[in-house]
């Protein structure tokens, strides 16, 4: 539906993240995800980043073995 663009952004925003740490182990993020989360990663008061699950695919896919 066209209309849809013209809804406010709180109607499509995510709230099901989970915070972490920039020292949080990458091992966390399978948990995260499968719970259905995003990783939203905090440094201090401030978010600096976004980990999604096709981030964590594509980071392992170009991990050296």
Known sequence: DPANVDRPVRELAESSYTLVT???PVSR????FADGHV???QQGERPVALISKIDLIDYLASSPS
């Open 39 to 41: 990783a939203v990663v």
């Open 22 to 24: 920039p020292e949080t």
């Open 29 to 32: 993020l399978a948990a995260i």
